[in-house]
Nanobody, 133 residues
Framework: QVQLVESGGGSVQAGGSRRLSCTVSGYSFSGADGSRYCMAWFRHGAGNEREGVAVINGADRPSYADSVKGRFTISKDNALNTLFLKMKSLQFEDSAMYYC??????????????????????WGQGTQVTVSS
């Protein structure tokens, strides 16, 4: 059973940085199944729809939403079996509940487009990030 648990959220001042973690159980990043999973970060801010933030495929190739490109970095640590989202130059508009998501996709790729939440069956419970001015 695949389970995702996010952590690392909290309050941060505008311009600051934060690193979110998503610890995964139920499959190993470095195992035979690891390369088959597409993993993503989504966020849901007040009054907004759930938005895809970043994705990383089985070959560790990342893609980003235009709103975070150059500021956010998605990565995986195989030893920790953990997905990260490193965020810098945070803005008030980045305030949201952040979720990690995973799905098995063909040949270790990701859905195209990758930012459709319905394409992911495995979700964490979310971690709140609040950016204050």
């Amino acid at each position: 059973q695949v389970q995702l648990v996010e952590s690392g959220g909290g309050s941060v001042q505008a311009g600051g940085s934060r690193r979110l973690s998503c610890t995964v159980s139920g499959y190993s990043f470095s195992g035979a199944d690891g390369s088959r999973y597409c993993m993503a970060w989504f966020r849901h801010g007040a009054g907004n729809e759930r938005e895809g933030v970043a994705v990383i495929n089985g070959a560790d190739r990342p893609s980003y939403a235009d709103s975070v490109k150059g500021r956010f970095t998605i990565s995986k640590d195989n030893a920790l079996n953990t997905l990260f989202l490193k965020m810098k130059s945070l803005q008030f508009e980045d305030s949201a509940m952040y979720y990690c998501a995973a799905e098995v996709w063909s040949s270790g790729s990701c859905p195209d487009p990758w930012n459709i939440s319905n394409d992911y069956n495995y979700w964490g419970q979310g971690t709140q990030v609040t950016v204050s001015s």
